[in-house]
T-cell receptor, first 116, second 112 residues
């Protein structure tokens, strides 16, 4: 079946502009995660959605970052007023979530964001 | 807070050499432990996992044993191949459907 998909695969933006990154999880997966992979910080957790519960936003680095998940499926990560330090690969992952035994997270190919 | 510490890279070995990548963790309770791999130009993939103490995860000739007494999960392979060249991440989660905490990654290069 289809894996996790992310779009765009690459995004170049000017400092100060807003960007939206999209994630389509695997069908049937109730949990969705965003991570960021950057040279200086490695792989960092950003935010986690589980079903209809309030998201765990504990990893968001600043209030310029936000995410939503519509209809329990597609998610959008928004970065407002981008800064050069936001340049990174943004990874999305999904899993079955609670009570389903297997909780392996499947990762998408990522969106490479470059802020100039 | 929870954390994962793994061997600094890069690691360069000749084909058929024995591989060990060290990983230790800090966490209360009984986390689940993982090794993820990222091949050049590809996404992050789960390589192996162990969910309780003394469990051994294995896949593609790689093995790692969950050692609670030493809080370690070292990755080993008896005979590496050029195709094993990748970045390897040790990781943990506190429970099912929970965020992953990653180590910094170890880049492995295998010479023919």
């Amino acid at each position: 079946g289809a894996g996790v998909s992310q779009s765009p695969s690459n995004k170049v933006t000017e400092k100060g502009k807003d960007v939206e990154l999209r994630c389509d999880p695997i069908s049937g997966h109730t949990a969705l995660y965003w991570y960021r992979q950057s040279l200086g910080q490695g792989l960092e957790f950003l935010i986690y959605f589980q079903g209809n519960s309030a998201p765990d936003k504990s990893g968001l680095p600043s209030d310029r970052f936000s995410a939503e998940r519509t209809g329990g499926s597609v998610s959008t990560l928004t970065i407002q007023r981008t800064q050069q330090e936001d340049s990174a690969v943004y990874l999305c992952a999904s899993s079955y979530g609670f009570g389903r035994g297997s909780y392996e997270q499947y990762f998408g190919p990522g969106t490479r964001l470059t802020v100039t | 807070g929870d954390s994962v510490t793994q061997m600094e890279g890069p690691v360069t070995l000749s084909e058929e050499a024995f591989l060990t990548i060290n990983c230790t963790y800090t966490a209360t309770g009984y986390p689940s432990l993982f090794w993820y791999v990222q091949y050049p130009g590809e996404g992050l993939q789960l390589l192996l996992k162990a969910t309780k103490a003394d469990d051994k995860g294995s896949n593609k000739g790689f093995e790692a044993t969950y050692r609670k007494e030493t809080t370690s999960f070292h990755l080993e392979k008896g005979s590496v191949q050029v195709s094993d060249s990748a970045v390897y991440f040790c990781a943990l989660t506190r429970s099912s459907a929970s965020k992953i905490i990653f180590g910094s990654g170890t880049r492995l290069s295998i010479r023919p």
